[in-house]
């Protein structure tokens, strides 16, 4: 499916904020629009919100005040308003290499969720040209690196930036633009639905290669549903039972490598983390997180029984909602799951190459002339991409440095490093998956198997990349065209 194939999105509440929805936005370029409804709301909130900061009692962070270390200065209502038509030209602060534009696409529609009931008061023109730029055949350059502010001003302004400047800006709307944390929302949803792909490829090709090893098909056995009591490591049994089935009657006569028979557990820590980021993410995308966040008054009652609002034009919040808390560690815990899986795939590979140990002909390449009967440095380069995938599990803790070091901005959010120590993970465990796919393919066709029928699809696959190897050839681009294409699906809507 190409970008721009998906039918429109219309939003009416932040509940429309979906992992299905942000993929159909973000991965799949759906435009995205405001119901009238919704438009109807924001108008209210932003006329009570002009007459709430009329008080001049009332003090509203960047609103009636300065930004950060500015906060304790007060403005009229003349330099309010000079104040809030300033563009984001200080915050631009970051640079380096561009994120992809699915990441820009996802940061601009989890930005709606602030706009879409009133919370953020902004001007509904600037709101309705923001859901608008998902339309845009590209986005501004996002930069990845140089983000250590205490929010995402510096990952919100360069691509906020245009439209900002294309809108005569008023009080909040460009604090609307730029506070909350749409970018912690995008790339938890981002890898948590990555990774649910990642993890269905883990399981097919890690049954192929117990396939290929025939590997006693006790270590799979339902009874251990119960046993190991654990819902995730269940649900992966069951996967590898259904993709199993119809494969080879004879088997190995004793117990296979460790690397294959707790390759179940493994794959159970992937499906946990894979489960709880989305559910992290499904309630960060209709999270409310802007800072200060705007609180409507309570519909006026024409019974004169009802008690008045306490709050007639409304409230406002100062909070740290511009922290995406939850998403750090989530990435963390995905990322682990698949440094160890690139692990146990670097280890399968070399053991069904081995055929002391596999049973299998030595090397996979029996008719072949003895000094030419190596595959062995397949595992090489795996040991090299598993061990990419290892070094990037160090736990993404809040940043030891102050943020800017200006007033009360005291602490980074550090999300976009979560996010790429994911992502290149994610890459390593593509590229030891394909190493193992090719080692497993040729497995089964050294000894005229086929597949069960569930995982002949896969196979079919991995030959159509990867054909078997009957002549001396380079195995590494095999393996890597195999890799790219997993990489390619990983992102395709």
Known sequence: MTRGDLPGIVLERRADLTLDSFARAAWGGSPVAFSHAAVDRMTAAREAFLRLIED????VYGVTSGYGQMAKVRF?????KRHAAKPPLASNAAFGRPAPDRIARGIVFARLANFIEGHAAISPPLAQAVAAMLALPSLPPLPIDGHGGAGEITILSPLFRDVARAHDLAEKDMLALVNGSPAATAL????????????SRAIALLTLSAEALKAPIEAYDDALDDLWNDPDDAAVLREMRRLMAGGSAERR??????SFRIAPRLLGNLHRAVTRAEIAAGRMLAAVTDNPVFLAPAPIHPDPTHPAPSHPNGRVLSNGGFQGAACPPALDAITAAYADLAQIAERQAVKILDGALSGLPDQLMSGWPEDERYLGCLGMSAVGWAERAKVQCAATLLPGSESGGFGANDVASPVFLAWEKTVVAGDA??????ILAVVASQALHVTGRPAPPALAPVLDQVRETAPPIDSAVPPGPHAGGLAELYGTETYRL
């Open 76 to 80: 009229t209502p003349e330099e309010r």
């Open 188 to 199: 938890l949803a981002d890898q948590a639905l990555a990774g649910r792909r990642r993890l």
């Open 56 to 59: 001049p009692n009332v003090v």
């Open 253 to 258: 006569p004793y117990q296979a490598p460790v």
């Open 429 to 434: 465990l593509d590229a030891t998956l394909a």
